[in-house]
C-alpha cells in the first residue's frame, strides 16, 4: 500500500503552516522552549488519521459508516498532547499554490501573444 501524501514531507507541511501563518508551538503546556513532533506518515502506506468509529447495534464496529480523515499528527515533545491537521486541507493549498504558479509562468513568457 502506497502513501497517496508521500509528497507532503516535513518541510512543505511547514511551508504551508508559516505562510497561513499557523502556530505549530504547543498551546497546551507552558513550558519554553515549545517544540514539536511532526508525523506525515511515510512512502510504505503509513498514515496517521483522525479516526470516528461507530458501532452497530449488536456492539460491533461499524466499518461503512466509520471514518478515518488523513491527518499531519503535531505532537508535543514535552507534554505529548497531539494536534492533528488535515492533509486535505495541506493537498488543497498545494493545488491552488501549483495552480498559480502556473498562471504566472504563463503570463511571464507571454503564452499565446503574437511576436510582431
Avoid at 18 to 42: M, R, W
Avoid at 55 to 74: A, K, L, Q, W, Y
Avoid at 80 to 99: C, E, N, P, T
Amino acid at each position: 500500500m502506497n502513501n497517496p501524501y508521500a509528497w507532503l514531507t516535513y518541510q512543505i507541511f511547514n511551508q504551508f503552516a508559516q505562510e497561513l501563518g499557523i502556530n505549530l508551538f504547543c498551546q497546551k503546556c507552558s513550558v519554553a522552549p515549545k517544540n514539536y513532533f511532526c508525523d506525515t506518515g511515510s512512502d510504505d502506506g503509513y498514515l496517521p488519521r483522525s479516526s470516528a468509529y461507530t458501532t452497530t447495534n449488536d456492539g460491533f464496529v461499524n466499518m461503512t459508516e466509520s471514518r478515518h480523515i488523513p491527518c499531519v499528527r503535531i505532537t508535543c515533545v514535552h507534554c505529548g498532547h497531539i494536534d492533528l491537521y488535515s492533509m486535505f486541507a495541506v493537498s488543497q493549498w498545494q493545488q491552488r499554490k501549483a495552480a498559480t504558479n502556473a498562471n504566472a509562468l504563463g503570463s511571464l513568457f507571454g503564452l499565446g501573444s503574437s511576436n510582431e
